[in-house]
């Protein structure tokens, strides 16, 4: 729960932030920025849907931890109409590998009795960063600006990247 957490902050303050920031950068809103975003989660949620398994969840969680950190970083650091469409294209990656990945981990080792409770329990997580995300992420706003919520948003994924390698989640024993 808490590395769904960790990825899914940032991409929340993302879909909060983009349609001020992409003002911001002078384009006349956000809706290819979100279009682009909803398009390569679908695409790969409906061709790729195998990737997860394919990589292993624990390796495809680590790909969309460090993606997630990559997306949100060129999204507030290449301040330009063209970084905010990478880090889109990016974190439209994140989203369709992470879940997966995420939810594959949790249920591993678990009884069929207890899914469940771990579905839910770790999904709990999902409506926390939710919740969460776009109200810390609109205080790191007030001080550093839009830029440095993606950016605060890049590093806590970073931080659930440090996270799942240094306890070794998803890599068996």
Avoid: K, N
Avoid at 20 to 29: F, I, P, R
Avoid at 79 to 84: A, D, E, W, Y
């Amino acid at each position: 729960g808490v590395v769904l957490f960790a990825s899914i902050l940032g991409m929340a303050g993302f879909l909060t932030f983009v349609p001020l920031y992409a003002l911001d950068l002078g384009m006349d809103g956000s809706r290819l920025v979100l279009l682009v975003f909803a398009a390569v989660v679908v695409a790969i949620r409906s061709v790729g849907a195998r990737i997860p398994d394919v990589l292993g969840a624990g390796r495809a969680l680590r790909v969309a931890l460090t993606l997630s950190a990559v997306g949100l970083a060129a999204a507030g650091a290449w301040r330009t109409p063209s970084g905010l469409m990478v880090g889109a294209v990016v974190l439209g990656v994140v989203v369709a590998l992470l879940t997966p990945s995420v939810f594959a981990l949790a249920i591993e080792g678990v009884t069929p009795q207890e899914r469940g409770a771990v579905v839910g329990t770790t999904s709990a997580f999902l409506d926390l960063a939710l919740g969460l995300g776009p109200a810390t992420l609109g205080v790191v706003a007030a001080g550093l600006g839009r830029p440095g919520t993606f950016l605060a948003g890049a590093m806590v994924a970073a931080a659930g990247l440090v996270f799942v390698v240094v306890t070794r989640l998803g890599q068996r024993p």
